[in-house]
Every structure is written in structure tokens, then in C-alpha cells.
T-cell receptor
Framework: AAGVIQSPRHLIKEKRETATLKCYPIPRHDTVYWYQQGPGQDPQFLISFYEKMQSDKGSIPDRFSAQQFSDYHSELNMSSLELGDSALYFC????????????FGPGTRLTVT | SQQGEEDPQALSIQEGENATMNCSYKTSINNLQWYRQNSGRGLVHLILIRSNEREKHSGRLRVTLDTSKKSSSLLITASRAADTASYFCATCNQTGANNLFFGTGTRLTVIP
């Protein structure tokens, strides 16, 4: 079965650079979520989209922005990168907005040097 | 953690034994989900239990939910070495949104 696809899988950037992470949800899933997991920490919710509209916002820094496109894929744009942004970034998708299982992608490991 | 605590933080058992992990949360929920994560890898969805359910089974997994105590447990029976991973509970709160709040996780090691 098709899963959530994230690209790139690994990314190395320098401080103050920008990065764009991409997420392709499971076919027919209309909701996308972004999570950040720092080393040894639990995943923290950043932002979510339902039917191409932002549905909820968590602990996403103002330096980050995201959107969901007409084909339901989503991109997380990160600017002015800081060392503390080094983490695993997960995208998840679900079929429907509430009370549905979220299926996670393999994650993008971002390293900021 | 945004949500609560899991205990134990680490658990080491022999293959074939049962493993029980507990999760507590803070707010009223719509559902609670359990995930497994191998080191540095993606989160694998294991099971979802809704707030009006008390127990759910899936293969060797048994999940219970006690909304009066705001707690859940995950039981893995007849553990295998391949079950070695971190296990997270995550709650979907009754706030109108569907984002998940994760617990701190339990690191399970199954010794062959």
C-alpha cells in the first residue's frame, strides 16, 4: 500500500539558510500534519492542513511557513535556519479531519551546521 | 511533553514475556493512538482507541483506556526481539483540531 512520501530524506544546511521540505500524502488523504522531533524528544505538532486550508497551528516558529497544494501535497518552508532547528521533521496524513488515524512518513532529517 | 507522561521510560524484558506500557494525559480527548518508532526512523501507527471505547485488540497488542483516570495502557504479549523500539501514545484532544499530542515515550528492549 502507498505510504506518505517525504523528500528529501536528509538535508544539511548552514545557519541562516533556507530549506524546503516536501510531503506527499497517502492517495485520497485530504489532511496533512507536520511534526518536529528533536534528538531524544517526543514529536511536537507544528501545523496542519485540511482541504488545502490551514486547520491548526502548534509550536511553529514565525520563520517557518507551510502550505498544502491543489494535489494535496504540502511543503514546509524554513528560513533563517538556526542550530536548534536540527531535528527530524515528520509529515503525517489522514483521511478526514477528525478522529482518524494519522499515518506518518519516514521523516526528513535536517542538520543545521 | 505537550501531553503527559509515559511509564516506564525504559523497559527491558526477555523474549516471550509480556510488556506493559502506561500513558497518562491531561485533557479530555477524542481518541488516543499508539505508535512505534525504531531508532531515528518513522512513526508506525499501531492502534487507535476512541474515548467511548475501553479496550481494543490488534494481534498481540491490547490497549485499554480509562478516561476517568486519563490513562491508557499498551500490552504487547509474547514479545519478540523485533518489538524493540520506542512506543509513544498520542492524544487527539477535544479542541476541534485533529493534531496529536505525544507522550514522552517508553523505550522497550526485548532480549532474545
Amino acid at each position: 500500500a502507498a505510504g506518505v512520501i517525504q523528500s528529501p530524506r536528509h538535508l544539511i544546511k548552514e545557519k541562516r539558510e533556507t530549506a524546503t521540505l516536501k510531503c506527499y500524502p497517502i492517495p485520497r488523504h485530504d489532511t496533512v500534519y507536520w511534526y518536529q522531533q528533536g534528538p531524544g524528544q517526543d514529536p511536537q505538532f507544528l501545523i496542519s492542513f485540511y482541504e488545502k486550508m490551514q486547520s491548526d497551528k502548534g509550536s511553529i516558529p514565525d520563520r517557518f511557513s507551510a502550505q498544502q497544494f491543489s494535489d494535496y501535497h504540502s511543503e514546509l518552508n524554513m528560513s533563517s535556519l538556526e542550530l536548534g532547528d536540527s531535528a527530524l521533521y515528520f509529515c503525517a496524513s489522514s483521511l478526514g479531519f477528525r478522529d482518524y488515524e494519522q499515518y506518518f512518513g519516514p521523516g526528513t532529517r535536517l542538520t543545521v551546521t | 511533553s505537550q501531553q503527559g507522561e509515559e511509564d516506564p521510560q525504559a523497559l527491558s524484558i526477555q523474549e516471550g514475556e509480556n510488556a506493559t506500557m502506561n500513558c497518562s494525559y491531561k485533557t479530555s480527548i477524542n481518541n488516543l493512538q499508539w505508535y512505534r518508532q525504531n531508532s531515528g526512523r518513522g512513526l508506525v501507527h499501531l492502534i487507535l482507541i476512541r474515548s467511548n471505547e475501553r479496550e481494543k485488540h490488534s494481534g498481540r497488542l491490547r490497549v485499554t483506556l480509562d478516561t476517568s483516570k486519563k490513562s491508557s495502557s499498551l500490552l504487547i504479549t509474547a514479545s519478540r526481539a523485533a518489538d524493540t523500539a520506542s512506543y509513544f501514545c498520542a492524544t487527539c484532544n477535544q479542541t476541534g483540531a485533529n493534531n496529536l499530542f505525544f507522550g514522552t515515550g517508553t523505550r522497550l528492549t526485548v532480549i532474545p
